[in-house]
């Protein structure tokens, strides 16, 4: 039996689990309940992550590139639907602003190619920390770093809404990382334990 909820109503289901233990038959060790944990509460803790990241501490809007200078509601808990539409289009503006300051337009592909190098944080972001701060740009490394995980939200709500399982899986990858740098222990436990049991545990009529 599928069971579909949140990840507290999980720990719930975890805790039944766990007490069931010393009973004599599968079916009582409740062995046929399955958790799935809801998409649309990653979504929320990603938004959060994304919160805590560049919105809640004071030092994380110093910059000219910061997400939000003059924060108001969104300095203190905003909730998801305030969080998600400034992900939403705070990200299409940063994007398009990326655009903007690359203007050849002969070669689409090529030039997406070069925004995405040269804009999104990837394994080279750890050798620019790395650099003597006198030689180091914070405001550009925030902006990738922004840019990112703004990408990464905007492929997460992609993917579930056309139904993109894998897709969504290979996000869950890159939120387990984050969700794990900005406190949210539970949900990237929860997480791992989901993909570790999907592919490694249950049977192929599960999968």
């Given at each position: 039996?599928?069971?579909?909820?949140?990840?507290?109503?999980?720990?719930?289901?975890?805790?039944?689990?766990?007490?069931?233990?010393?009973?004599?038959?599968?079916?009582?060790?409740?062995?046929?309940?399955?958790?799935?944990?809801?998409?649309?509460?990653?979504?929320?803790?990603?938004?959060?992550?994304?919160?805590?990241?560049?919105?809640?501490?004071?030092?994380?809007?110093?910059?000219?590139?910061?997400?939000?200078?003059?924060?108001?509601?969104?300095?203190?808990?905003?909730?998801?639907?305030?969080?998600?539409?400034?992900?939403?289009?705070?990200?299409?503006?940063?994007?398009?602003?990326?655009?903007?300051?690359?203007?050849?337009?002969?070669?689409?592909?090529?030039?997406?190619?070069?925004?995405?190098?040269?804009?999104?944080?990837?394994?080279?972001?750890r050798r620019m920390r790395s650099k003597d701060v006198t030689?180091?740009?914070?405001?550009?490394?925030?902006?990738?770093?922004?840019?990112?995980?703004?990408?990464?939200?905007?492929?997460?709500?992609?993917?579930?809404?056309?139904?993109?399982?894998?897709?969504?899986?290979?996000?869950?990858?890159?939120?387990?990382?984050?969700?794990?740098?900005?406190?949210?222990?539970?949900?990237?436990?929860?997480?791992?334990?989901?993909?570790?049991?999907?592919?490694?545990?249950?049977?192929?009529?599960?999968?």
């Amino acid at each position: 039996m599928l069971f579909h909820s949140d990840f507290g109503t999980g720990e719930h289901l975890q805790a039944a689990l766990q007490r069931c233990t010393i009973e004599s038959t599968p079916w009582n060790h409740l062995q046929h309940v399955i958790f799935i944990p809801g998409l649309f509460h990653l979504k929320m803790a990603s938004a959060d992550a994304i919160w805590r990241t560049f919105l809640q501490h004071s030092s994380a809007r110093l910059d000219e590139n910061a997400l939000m200078r003059d924060t108001g509601i969104y300095g203190s808990k905003p909730g998801f639907h305030r969080m998600h539409q400034l992900i939403t289009y705070s990200g299409i503006c940063w994007h398009l602003d990326c655009w903007r300051v690359e203007p050849l337009f002969d070669d689409l592909l090529a030039m997406a190619d070069a925004i995405a190098k040269e804009h999104v944080a990837d394994h080279r972001l750890r050798r620019m920390r790395s650099k003597d701060v006198t030689q180091r740009d914070g405001e550009y490394e925030n902006a990738l770093l922004l840019n990112k995980y703004m990408l990464l939200y905007e492929e997460l709500s992609y993917a579930m809404n056309i139904g993109d399982i894998r897709r969504v899986e290979m996000c869950i990858i890159a939120w387990i990382l984050i969700f794990k740098a900005t406190g949210k222990h539970k949900y990237a436990m929860h997480m791992s334990d989901f993909l570790s049991n999907v592919h490694f545990v249950y049977p192929d009529g599960l999968r």
